[in-house]
């Protein structure tokens, strides 16, 4: 049986929940093989070179020549097993020491008994099989090795006059052989423990480090590091994507001249700390530079971000001072608004007016009516939460919008037609802003075309890798003096509009970090084009 070398435990038959890594029960069977070796060579040695002033001379030769070629040949064996994984660790452990047991005793006996001093090496072999086995296999091992030293000397007694004494040795030995075991025992048990604990702790940096790496590489801002020497150390992959590359850059010139000159200055000049990066075919880039901590004073770090999202953040803080301005001022204009209102209308119903004079009463109701309005869409605009974005499923929710829509302002069916897009389009926004844009864009094409003259078209479709909703429309279109005004608040063509439904919209698009234009189509149709966020791009804001 073939061993993991993984994560594998190898626990004694005798004990509860001991064990030690595979690897290293295998690095250690081989060190206790390799030590074997030598011993059985120097018992091969002692054999072929023995004299009368040797230390070990063998009384039973015969016994000695036999068990010493033995020891050899089953430890060449045990190398081939162990080496080769031939057998289970286990089973292998397990036969080495009842064999260092068994044959360590023979040789003692061969040697002279307990005085030759050869017992004092199964005390390797018990603790041997403390570390390599553990568990209560240490105790079995040392129980078994103190019985042969005792069944030994109790039959040199029987064959051969002894001294007393020897019984004494053979008993301290046993207690020695148990010592040992428990001592090898109780420091396998905390090295396991040891190695266990390195290994949690290591599993939860590599854990910790796979999760930096997802977070880094899934962020929607670009993070590029650097040292001083403008070489790029690494970068997550929305850096590519909003540099429009496909491969990673070793230098910061090989992303921008703009921003490796942006770059050097910086490091001249700190206060010079961000910069717009243009970029060819894609929207300008907000870049900041920013050092490290002190522990890589030679490392910086770039962020690079969308415009959107830095619109996005701007847009937030100008819709937070208008709520703060509209706030203020809206309970000022509307109390003597309501006046105006209420003095015209009491006006008005006074029978002695000219006709005259009740046409300018209609004026007056009719110009508060317009101004309460523009209030009241501020205060919508002002009282606006933070864009609670989800996925949605752009078909569906096209598809449902469409026709609550129709029913919501009484419209013809036929009005309307809906172009869906065959591959599934999922955006990232927050619905109830989504809705808000295109009532805007719906009421404003009902407004502003001839929808008896041809159908206003909803469609669905995906462009530059972005989900799309355009509202096509058979009105005149735009005139370029008023083109660049579009999207301006209180800019309308108009007497009755207000001047914000687009100017909302827009902004509403920005907080979601989507686009809202206007063009002409090739049949000069007036189109406005919504591109929203992938939901299926994987991105952390922060």
Not at 142 to 166: G, M
């Amino acid at each position: 049986m073939t061993a993991n070398t993984s994560e594998t435990l190898f626990p004694c038959p005798f004990s509860k929940g001991y064990g030690i890594p595979a690897r290293q029960a295998w690095t250690l069977l081989k060190v206790f093989l390799i030590y074997r070796l030598i011993l059985a060579s120097l018992f091969i040695v002692l054999l072929f070179h023995r004299s009368d002033s040797a230390y070990l001379i063998p009384h039973v030769n015969d016994l000695y020549i036999y068990s010493s070629q033995c020891y050899l040949i089953l430890t060449v064996i045990a190398i081939i097993s162990v080496f080769w994984r031939l057998t289970a660790y286990t089973t292998q452990a397990q036969l080495l020491i009842f064999t260092d047991i068994i044959l360590l005793t023979l040789l003692m006996h061969a040697c002279g008994g307990i005085k030759s001093g050869i017992g004092i090496l199964l005390a390797v072999s018990i603790a041997s099989g403390g570390l390599l086995i553990g568990g209560l296999c240490a105790m079995l091992f040392a129980a078994l090795a103190s019985l042969s030293v005792l069944a030994e000397q109790i039959f040199t007694s029987q064959t051969q006059n002894v001294d007393t004494a020897s019984y004494t040795y053979s008993g301290m030995l046993g207690a020695t052989f148990f010592t040992i075991a428990l001592l090898s025992y109780i420091l396998a048990k905390r090295s396991e423990e040891t190695l266990q604990l390195a290994d949690q702790q290591k599993q939860t940096i590599v854990k910790l480090e796979d999760l930096n790496q997802y977070i880094i590489q899934h962020l929607q801002s670009g993070i590029i590091i650097v040292d001083r020497h403008q070489a790029v150390q690494m970068l997550n992959e929305a850096a590519l994507r909003l540099a429009d590359l496909v491969a990673a850059p070793r230098h910061l010139s090989d992303i921008s001249i703009h921003l490796s000159e942006a770059f050097q200055r910086w490091l001249t000049d700190s206060k010079q700390d961000s910069v717009l990066l243009p970029i060819p075919n894609q929207p300008e880039i907000y870049s900041r530079f920013m050092p490290l901590s002190k522990s890589y004073d030679f490392y910086y770090m770039i962020i690079l971000e969308d415009i959107s999202l830095y619109n996005q953040r701007l847009q937030q803080s100008k819709l937070a001072s208008l709520g703060r301005l509209t706030a203020s001022i809206a309970h000022e204009i509307r109390n003597p608004l309501g006046a105006i209102s209420h003095a015209g209308q009491l006006l008005s119903e006074n029978q002695d007016l000219s006709g005259q004079d009740h046409r300018l009463t209609v004026i007056i109701q009719t110009h508060c009516k317009r101004v309460d309005r523009i209030i009241e869409d501020i205060l919508q605009l002002s009282r606006r939460s933070d864009s609670r974005r989800q996925k949605i499923h752009l078909q569906s929710w096209l598809d449902t919008y469409l026709k609550e829509f129709i029913i919501e302002h009484a419209i013809t069916p036929g009005t309307f037609e809906l172009l869906q897009a065959t591959e599934p389009l999922a955006a990232f926004i927050d619905p109830s802003h989504l809705k808000q844009i295109m009532d805007n864009l719906c009421q404003n094409a009902l407004k502003y075309s001839c929808p008896e003259r041809a159908h206003i078209v909803l469609r669905s479709f995906i462009w530059q890798h972005s989900p799309c909703i355009e509202v096509i429309d058979n009105g005149p279109g735009i005139s370029a003096e008023h083109l660049k005004h579009l999207f301006e608040p209180f800019f309308t063509t108009s007497s009755k509009g207000t001047g914000l439904g687009l100017y909302i919209s827009r902004e509403l698009a920005e907080l979601n970090q989507a686009k809202l234009s206007y063009h002409l189509t090739n049949d000069k149709r007036s189109c406005f084009r919504l591109c929203l966020m992938d939901a299926e791009k994987t991105l952390i804001e922060i």
